[in-house]
């Protein structure tokens, strides 16, 4: 399958089969570059999975912003005289790029409405997945041919964007003590009895929270974890491929070296999502009560993460 738009064009192949192009053909395609990049992606079938076979071309090339070209997405904004333009690039510019005339505050509702009804493509470069246009927003927030914001952004500070190919080595150069290679988490951790306690807040003292990115199954994942009024949280988040969570289980496990004693716990994986959306209630996340484990932690609480294919 081939693609081909701005100057540049994917080629998708099964595993086993060879790609030939001619090279005059090439050059000629992308405008004659005196430099041409190659970018080589292998994807499962599932993550390049084509929802609906017919794209109307023909109709789409008339609702691109006359900015970006981009193909335009409710709400659309218009100019005086009547030129559409998608909502990003409208607060950008302040005439329209067509006529130059001035922006209103009109949206077309119809156009919006006919737009939400059409199948559009994914415009990440390698990525053939087609959807109603309603829903090819969510479909960018996980595609894995796009690129993603650091997945320490809320942790971090990070604000580098990259290739779904590129993250892992983000992660290795830019936030390597987040990176989870070994499977166990050692956290600092006192256990304050009530009896023994000298001021009302010294549990607050315990209060933490971290983010780590594990690599399983030629995946990444991120796991929150958070300590807060007494209970200990973990989320397992799958990086990119949208509805893939739901394939793989995370297990905690919390240790006790001394008495070589654990507790294991098991939940489901979860969508990828920021700090603040992590452990909502509609989620699927490990909770515990810090009393029950609460003898087999001496000063530091120690827990182990696996991540497991469901059977």
Known sequence: NMRNRLNNFAISEKLGEGINLDRTFITESLGNPSIVLVRIQIVTQEDNENHFEEVQWELLEELECSYCLEFLLPPVQQCITGHSICSNCKMTQSVCPTCTKDFKDTVNITLGKLIDHLVYPCKNEGCNFTC????????????????????????????????????????????????????????????????????????????????????????????????????????????????????????????????????CFKRECSTLSSKTEAFAEDRSFIYIDIDQVHSMIDEELIYSVRILPKS
């Open 132 to 263: 109603k246009a309603k829903d090819i927003s969510e479909h960018y927030s996980k595609c894995i041919y796009g690129k993603f914001k650091c997945p320490l952004h809320d942790y971090e500070n990070c604000s580098e964007e990259i290739y779904y190919t590129g993250l892992y080595d983000h992660i290795l150069t830019n936030h390597y003590e987040n990176l989870l290679e070994m499977d166990t988490v050692s956290v600092p951790f006192k256990i304050y009895h009530e009896e023994n306690e000298t001021e009302p807040g010294d549990d607050d003292k315990n209060l933490n929270e971290d983010c780590f990115i594990l690599r399983y199954d030629f995946r990444l994942f991120k796991l929150h974890y958070k300590y807060e009024n007494g209970m200990c949280q973990w989320e397992m988040q799958l990086i990119g491929s949208t509805n893939e969570d739901k394939k793989y289980d995370f297990e905690v496990d919390v240790v006790d070296n001394r008495r070589n004693q654990r507790i």
